[in-house]
């Protein structure tokens, strides 16, 4: 069974700083991981997608990683703003039963 | 451009009472369509996905069920509330092909008292 595992649970960090998400992932057959942001009382906005043939995905300041074989992907947010603050959440898709798993999330503040 | 339209966005229902969530996507022709449910604390729950019109799979055995009565749109339904039921309920779809990305509505806010 898949399982998603984002570590912390949440993050502070001032304003400007470069920062790393991680987030690991039990059974590395997968096709894609998916890598969303959700603003509070809101619907999931997806940010990248990493195909299993790729290593990784960039828009603007956001780049994402991914390293099948060890179950480990990486976002990375550089010069973060307080626009930033969100929760973050990966799932990866196994392609059984068109089902994505997500992680819990990591829920970042950027503080000005 | 293709959108997800989820309705209403927040309801607060008594226990036992009935219950329709309604979701609907334009500018796209057989999705993939998902209901998602999100718990405090918890992570997102696939209830159920649909790959055409009523073709209904469920994930988790519960009190709710679905129905895709048209091609771009998907219900998710209830005829008798649970406590437990309360939580943010979540519409996506994704294009046909198994690894395109999937994408979501705004989500409802459902309380039950």
């Known amino acids: 069974k898949q399982e998603v595992t984002q570590i912390p649970a949440a993050l502070s960090v001032p304003e400007g700083e470069n920062l790393v998400l991680n987030c690991s992932f039990t059974d590395s057959a997968i096709y894609n991981l998916q890598w969303f942001r959700q603003d509070p009382g809101k619907g999931l906005t997806s940010l990248l997608l990493?195909?299993?043939?790729?290593r990784e995905q960039t828009s603007g300041r956001l780049n994402a990683s991914l390293d099948k074989s060890s179950g480990r992907s990486t976002l990375y947010i550089a010069a973060s703003q307080p626009g930033d603050s969100a929760t973050y959440l990966c799932?990866?898709?196994?392609?059984?039963?068109?089902?994505?798993?997500f992680g819990k999330g990591i829920t970042l503040s950027v503080r000005p | 451009s293709q959108t997800i339209h989820q309705w209403p966005a927040t309801l607060v229902q008594p226990v036992g009472s009935p219950l329709s969530l309604e979701c609907t996507v334009e500018?796209?022709?057989?999705?993939?369509l998902y209901w998602y449910r999100q718990a405090a604390g918890r992570g997102l729950q696939l209830l159920f996905y649909s790959i055409g019109i009523g073709q209904i799979s469920s994930e988790v055995p519960q009190n709710l069920s679905a129905s895709r009565p048209q091609d771009r749109q998907f219900i998710l339904s209830s005829k008798k509330l649970l406590l437990s039921d309360s939580g943010f309920y979540l519409c996506?779809?994704?294009?046909?092909?198994?690894?395109?990305?999937?994408?979501f509505g705004d989500g409802t806010r459902l309380s039950i008292l």
């Open positions: 799932a990866v898709y196994t392609g059984a039963n068109s089902k994505l798993t």
């Open positions: 996506a779809w994704s294009a046909g092909t198994g690894s395109a990305p999937q994408h």
């Open positions: 500018g796209t022709s057989n999705p993939n």
């Open positions: 990493i195909q299993s043939s790729q």
